[in-house]
């Protein structure tokens, strides 16, 4: 055999040895199972109060990370979870002494589908027992032996379940239903950062929440229709609620607050005014000047309290409408314009319509009512306060 010849075969025989090298290693790659992504899971609650009996959750993802695991694995850890199951550190957390080998393994798990899974948690402890709230790492494995590798995880908090006062849950316990009300929320166990507090009133957020200590904490009302509103407190332990503890006053808010001036230096008869208020969709405005026919909403201007005595056959009013403010244009719930018309009036308290009499130069209010018609039992007025205060100047 010539050298060239040699050389030639050593290259084929390298060559052969190569492919069969790579040959096994794919071989022995596709017997071994491909390690599991771990995924950040997404938690029906995240959060619960200590010491509590035990709670479910759910835990789920978008990706099928429960594919080809039948009965997952779940502990709670105090650290970050452990990369495969074990269970070398501690079975239980003592709280007043806990580490960062602390695990929990009194966790049932269940399959749901290849996307969900449901957790049976144990009572848990604040650890150490003087924390306000502690945080429990959630490891789901897939499976119980020594290399079950994690495969999902998340978080869960536990704190010391807040309470509201059972006499003055929140004070003042009325305000206007522009909102804008700053009040003060009395109770215990709340968490003495803003962001470990979130509050509604009605269903709407409080806003602006400053905790000042862990019995008190104020926050903004926000606007809201009259009526009774629901307080509830949400925190890491969990939501308390108290129903009816304030109650929002039916208020307006008006722009201009008195007739301006027109060009020639006189004030203007029929000036369009901005009323700022809650709930103005829910009406149906009548556009007419026939008082007869009013069993619709208007915007009135009154001497005082609008009071509609009297019955709907007789139309008679204990505090009559001065005059009326039509054309109105409902731009939002929270808001609606008109013209008010102070170059007609009702000069009684039994008119049948309005008279070309000019509204007199005054104070009155102007008044938001839900039905005008004379004698109407549920007219709803709104409220008598500063900003619904309208001053006809001398003509």
């Known amino acids: ?81 452990q990369t495969t199951y074990n269970t070398t550190a501690s079975s239980a957390v003592t709280p007043s002494s806990a580490t960062v080998g602390n695990i929990v393994t009194s966790v ?33 494995y897939s499976g119980t032996g020594s290399s079950d590798v994690l495969i999902g995880n998340g978080t869960y908090t536990v704190a010391s379940p807040a309470a509201l006062d059972v006499t003055t849950p929140i004070l003042p316990a009325n305000g206007p239903a522009l909102g804008g009300t700053t009040v003060t929320v009395i109770g215990t166990g709340f968490p003495t950062t803003a962001t470990g507090i979130t509050a509604t009133l009605g269903g709407a957020a409080l806003t602006g929440i400053t905790p000042i200590s862990s019995t008190k904490f104020t926050a903004v009302t926000p606007a809201r229709q009259s009526g009774s509103a629901a307080l509830t407190v949400t925190t890491a332990a969990g939501t308390v609620t108290k129903s009816g503890v304030f109650t929002y006053s039916n208020g307006i808010a008006i722009t201009p607050n008195t007739n301006p001036t027109v060009p020639n230096g006189t004030p203007a008869l029929n000036p369009t005014i901005d009323i ?18 009013a069993a619709k909403s208007h915007v009135f201007l009154t001497e005082g309290a609008y ?89």
């Not at 759910?58 to 502990?75: D, Y």
Request: net charge neutral.
């Open 276 to 293: 700022i208020g809650v709930g103005f969709q829910s009406s149906t405005y009548d556009f007419s000047d026939t008082l007869a026919a």
């Open 108 to 140: 049932t798990a269940s399959k749901i589908n290849n996307f969900k899974a449901a957790f049976l948690l144990p009572s848990l402890d604040q650890a150490p027992n003087t924390a306000t709230s502690t945080k429990y790492n959630i490891c789901v």
């Open 1 to 81: 055999m010539s050298k060239s010849q040699s050389q030639a075969r050593s290259r084929v025989i390298r060559a052969g040895i190569a492919a069969a090298t790579v040959t096994a290693a794919t071989v022995a790659s596709a017997a071994l199972p491909a390690a599991a992504a771990t995924v950040p899971l997404t938690l029906s609650s995240a959060n619960g109060p200590t010491g509590s009996a035990t709670v479910t959750i759910t835990a789920s993802h978008s990706t099928a990370w429960l594919t080809g695991v039948s009965s997952p694995n779940v502990t709670l850890s105090m650290p970050a979870c």
């Open 307 to 395: 009071a509609a005595a009297g019955t709907q056959a007789t139309p008679v009013w204990t505090t009559p409408p001065v005059t009326d403010c039509t054309g109105v244009v409902v731009i939002s719930d929270t808001e609606i314009i008109c013209k008010l018309n102070l170059n007609k009036s009702l000069g009684s308290a039994s008119p049948t319509a309005f008279t070309a009499t000019q509204v007199p130069e005054g104070t009155y209010t102007l008044t938001v009512v839900a039905n005008g018609a004379p004698g109407a039992i549920t007219p709803n007025p709104s409220d008598i306060s500063s900003g619904s205060t309208f001053t006809v100047s001398a003509y």
